[in-house]
């Protein structure tokens, strides 16, 4: 199990550059990621996905699992240079991200 608290503090050492988490739905260079954990890849509204959708699978969702694999192994989900800004070598960093992410309220 992944320790949310923990992975607080990773996303906002080595996401937060790039992703808001704010409630306004706001994008920075990356997509808002409030809501990203469950829903489906590449669907944040009013951001302009460059890279993800030619390789991601259509209709992939946002699951622990498809979380960790992005963490683990960018480059099969995008190509540039920020493509490696995903990566988390360690797996309990991985875990700890992913349980964060998973832990947000959204306005459901
Ligand atoms: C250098 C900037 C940068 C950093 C740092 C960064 N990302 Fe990203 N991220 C992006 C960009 C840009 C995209 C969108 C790619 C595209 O347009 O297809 C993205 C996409 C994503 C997506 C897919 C979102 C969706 O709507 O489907 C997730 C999840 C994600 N990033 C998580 C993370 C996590 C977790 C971290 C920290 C470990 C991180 N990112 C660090 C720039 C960054």
Redesign the pocket.
């Known amino acids: 199990m992944g320790d949310a608290e923990r992975g607080k503090r990773?996303?906002v050492e080595?996401?937060s550059?790039?992703?808001t988490l704010s409630d306004d739905k706001r994008h920075g260079?990356?997509?808002n990621?409030r809501e990203?954990f469950g829903?489906v890849?590449?669907?944040?509204s009013g951001?302009?996905?460059?890279?993800?959708?030619s390789r991601i699978r259509q209709g992939t969702f946002?699951t622990e699992d498809v979380?960790e694999k992005?963490?683990q192994r960018p480059e099969t989900f995008?190509e540039?240079?920020?493509a490696k800004?995903?990566r988390?070598p360690t797996h309990q960093d991985r875990e700890d991200?992913v349980a964060f992410?998973k832990d947000l309220p959204t306005q459901k």
């Open positions: 990773l996303f080595r996401c550059t790039c992703h260079l990356g997509p990621l990203v829903r890849a590449c669907s944040a951001y302009r996905y460059t890279q993800i959708p946002w979380l992005l963490l995008m540039h240079s920020w800004k995903h988390v991200i992410l």
